[in-house]
């Protein structure tokens, strides 16, 4: 995906959820707090082989990309909700860009239960 800059913001046709895992009180995780709603994003896609590097744990069959558009705090272990499914972010790495900003979401290819 390398060079997509600009061009990823036309590609943005969807609107995701952010949630936070909550606080574990007594003994007990509750709900995942909702942290950012309507973040414009592109479809989740296959990831590139930079990424593959970078995690060799993993193959590419567990891993999906997304990139989203916007400034967030967006940490590894949060989740992005994507068409009401789940899917829990491994990596959050901004891409700046002269004018916008994007992040770029590497996140497991299996849906939360």
Same mark, same amino acid.
């Given at each position: 995906m390398a060079?997509?800059?600009?061009?990823?913001?036309?590609?943005?046709?969807?609107?995701?959820?952010?949630?936070?895992?909550?606080?574990?009180?007594?003994k007990v995780r509750g709900e995942p707090d909702v942290i950012y709603v309507?973040?414009?994003?592109?479809? +989740? #896609?296959? %990831?590139s082989a930079d990424i593959l590097v970078r995690m060799p744990d993993k193959v590419a069959?567990? +891993? #999906?990309? %997304?990139?989203?558009?916007?400034?967030?705090?967006i940490r590894e272990g949060d989740s992005i909700i994507v068409d009401g499914a789940p899917y829990v972010i491994r990596?959050?790495?901004p891409w700046p860009l002269r004018d916008r900003k994007l992040i770029l979401l590497v996140v497991d290819n299996t849906k939360v239960r």
């Open positions: 060079g997509l800059g600009n061009g990823a913001y036309s590609m943005m046709s969807k609107r995701v959820r952010i949630t936070r895992p909550s606080a574990i009180v007594n309507e973040v414009p994003c592109t479809n +989740l #896609l296959p %990831v069959s567990e +891993l #999906l990309q %997304v990139f989203i558009g916007g400034d967030y705090e990596t959050s790495d």
